[in-house]
Nanobody, 119 residues
């Protein structure tokens, strides 16, 4: 069984920084893409950033230049460094990973971590 466990959310003032982490554990043969999505109240879930096993990255236009995604393949962990945070970044942030655990690649999700940007 595969689990994704997130950490690092919280309350921060506008202009501040937070670092989210997401560690995958369980029966894992390989992980292709890992990423972060977010969902604000009353809005649809949206992609924030993603990274492949080879290091290729993709960002939402709204976070380019402020957020950086990275991963440690040895630890099956993905990070999201968020700088210059804005109130509109307030949302529940979900980790997502495409994991091969012996039969086929499947999509897994973390439980979500709240990020609140407010003065």
């Amino acid at each position: 069984q595969v689990q994704l466990v997130e950490s690092g959310g919280g309350l921060v003032q506008p202009g501040g920084s937070l670092r989210l982490s997401c560690a995958a554990s369980g029966s894992i043969f390989s992980i292709y893409a890992m990423g972060w999505l977010r969902q604000a109240p009353g809005k649809q879930r949206e992609l924030v950033a993603a990274i492949t096993s080879g290091g290729s990255t993709n960002y939402a236009d709204s976070v380019k230049g402020r957020f950086t995604i990275s991963r440690d393949n040895a630890k099956n962990t993905v990070y999201l460094q968020m700088n210059n945070l804005k109130p509109e970044d307030t949302a529940v942030y979900y980790c997502n990973a495409d994991i091969y655990s012996g039969s086929s690649y499947q999509d897994y999700w973390g439980q979500g971590t709240q990020v609140t940007v407010s003065s």
